[in-house]
């Protein structure tokens, strides 16, 4: 059975850092895109950063503009985990934040509380 789990979201004042993890089980992930997405209330779910694999132990990181500058997107060596380091966050980055694996199928985690205070 698959499985992706998230941790590491909490509350953090503007300006303020997080990193979230997500260890993901069941099968081999090393070909597969990881990355993150967000949830806000009201608004859609939107992709927030992933890596895809380049070959070998090599994987390439992906943006949205929102966040470009200020998150930084990175496999762990297992291959099989995924982190996201976000720096001087906003409250317009409050949301739930879901690990997503896509390959020849998706998976997804349950989501973890991130909430930025001004």
């Known amino acids: 059975q698959v499985q992706l789990v998230e941790s590491g979201g909490g509350l953090v004042q503007a300006g303020g850092s997080l990193r979230l993890s997500c260890a993901a089980s069941g099968r081999t992930f090393q070909t597969y895109a990881m990355g993150w997405f967000r949830q806000a209330p009201g608004k859609e779910r939107e992709f927030v950063a992933k890596t895809t694999w380049s070959g070998g132990n090599s994987y390439s990181a992906h943006y949205a503009d929102s966040v470009k500058g200020r998150f930084s997107i990175f496999r762990g060596s297992a291959q099989n985990t995924v982190y996201l380091q976000m720096n001087s966050l906003k409250p317009d980055d409050t949301a739930v934040y879901y690990c997503?694996?896509?390959?020849?199928?998706?998976?997804w985690g349950q989501g973890t509380q991130v909430t930025v205070s001004s």
């Open positions: 997503n694996a896509a390959g020849q199928d998706d998976y």
